[in-house]
């Protein structure tokens, strides 16, 4: 039974820099995609980034982080990342990485359909980014 454990987050003055991490507990080669997602207090929960697994390594990135954040696949130690750069305000939120293992977000990556929390099969509980 696989888990997935987000850490990195923190405060930080806009203009700043994280690097969030999501660790799996077990084995990940069978995920087609990974994203990150995140939810402000009062706002629904939005997708800003995911990547496809094994080779393509094609990603997807909303317009409000586009230029800004870059995901990346897992590593050899079944933890991925979200480097995010340039902050703003705004960008504060409860940030969540999650998989995909039934290939649904594949048309997400190849530019059909919206980033939406069902492409996704499990969660990790989430990290806090405070921007100021």
């Known amino acids: 039974h696989v888990q997935l454990v987000e850490s990195g987050g923190g405060s930080v003055q806009a203009g700043g820099s994280l690097r969030l991490s999501c660790a799996a507990s077990?084995?990940?080669?069978?995920?087609?995609?990974l994203g990150w997602f995140r939810q402000a207090p009062g706002k629904e929960r939005e997708g800003v980034a995911a990547?496809?697994?094994?080779?393509?390594?094609?990603?997807y990135y909303s317009d409000s982080v586009k230029g800004r954040f870059t995901v990346s696949q897992w590593n050899a130690n079944h933890t991925a990342h979200l480097e995010m750069n340039s902050l703003e305000t705004e960008d504060t939120a409860m940030y969540y990485c999650?998989?995909?293992?039934?290939?649904?977000?594949?048309?997400?990556?190849?530019?059909?359909?919206?980033?939406?929390?069902?492409?996704?099969?499990?969660w990790g509980q989430g990290t806090q980014v405070t921007v100021s």
């Open positions: 999650a998989a995909d293992w039934s290939n649904r977000c594949m048309s997400l990556i190849q530019g059909r359909g919206s980033m939406t929390a069902s492409l996704f099969d499990l």
């Open positions: 077990g084995y990940t080669g069978s995920t087609y995609c």
């Open positions: 990547i496809a697994s094994g080779g393509s390594r094609s990603t």
